[in-house]
């Protein structure tokens, strides 16, 4: 059974920076496609960044140049480092993959970005 665990979230000021975790069971990282969405009050759900299993990462415009994704594969964890922080940003952050035609997601860990 495949579950994610996200943790790493909480209140910070503009301009600080916050790492998000993601830790997985029942899938190998490493071998799947990781992402991190948010959604903020009253709006959709977002794309923020994604890594493959190769290693090659993305990130949404908006987040571009502040936002990295990265992965540790001995710790099964995937981590989205955030800095630059803006009020914007403040939403809750969830760990996502697809495994089997199947969309996993984690509990999501809020942050909020005071101004």
């Known amino acids: 059974q495949v579950q994610l665990v996200e943790s790493g979230g909480g209140l910070v000021q503009a301009g600080g920076s916050l790492r998000l975790s993601c830790a997985a069971s029942?899938?190998?990282?490493?071998?799947?496609?990781m992402r991190w969405y948010r959604q903020a009050p009253g709006k959709q759900r977002e794309f923020v960044a994604r890594?493959?299993?190769?290693?090659?990462?993305a990130v949404a415009d908006f987040v571009k140049g502040r936002f990295t994704i990265s992965r540790d594969n001995a710790k099964n964890t995937v981590y989205l480092q955030m800095s630059s922080l803006k009020p914007e940003d403040t939403a809750v952050y969830y760990c996502?993959?697809?495994?089997?035609?199947?969309?996993?997601w984690g509990q999501g860990t809020q942050v909020t970005v005071s101004s």
């Open positions: 890594i493959t299993s190769s290693g090659n990462t």
């Open positions: 029942g899938i190998i990282l490493s071998i799947n496609t």
């Open positions: 996502n993959t697809l495994r089997e035609l199947i969309n996993y």
